[in-house]
């Protein structure tokens, strides 16, 4: 199993940007499609965007394509999350998701996702 480290959440007002980092703990990161997922409270956890092993396939959920952005960089381990256009019902704990070794990057459901992260809090304010 990986270890998956997120950073970078915290509050933002309505409209501002945020970048996620997650720092995987694996020399198999280059050949592992990654995911970000996150959980509103009382809400089931959703897929918010996913990217294969190189970064050339990502793919969006419909309530954030155009305003957030998934890349990785296999040298440093880390995948990243770019959102920008921040909503409040963007307010969620968001979690990195890795698959096992080789796996294509679809289907996204969460239990196509063998590693979990510990979540980072993400406020957006109205």
């Known amino acids: 199993q990986v270890q998956l480290v997120e950073s970078g959440g915290g509050l933002v007002q309505a409209g501002g940007s945020l970048r996620l980092s997650c720092a995987a703990s694996?020399?198999?990161?280059?050949?592992?499609?990654m995911g970000w997922f996150r959980q509103a409270p009382g809400k089931e956890r959703e897929f918010v965007a996913g990217?294969?092993?190189?970064?050339?396939?990502?793919y969006y959920s419909d309530s954030v394509k155009g305003r957030f952005t998934i890349s990785r960089d296999n040298a440093k381990n880390t995948v990243y999350l770019q959102m920008n256009s921040l909503k409040p019902e963007d307010t969620a704990v968001y979690y990195c998701?890795?698959?096992?070794?080789?796996?294509?990057?679809?289907?996204?459901?969460?239990?196509?996702?063998?590693?979990w992260g510990q979540g980072t809090q993400v406020t957006v304010s109205s």
């Open positions: 998701a890795a698959k096992s070794q080789y796996r294509s990057l679809l289907p996204t459901t969460a239990r196509d996702f063998g590693s």
């Open positions: 990217i294969n092993w190189s970064g050339e396939n990502t």
């Open positions: 694996t020399r198999t990161f280059s050949s592992r499609a």
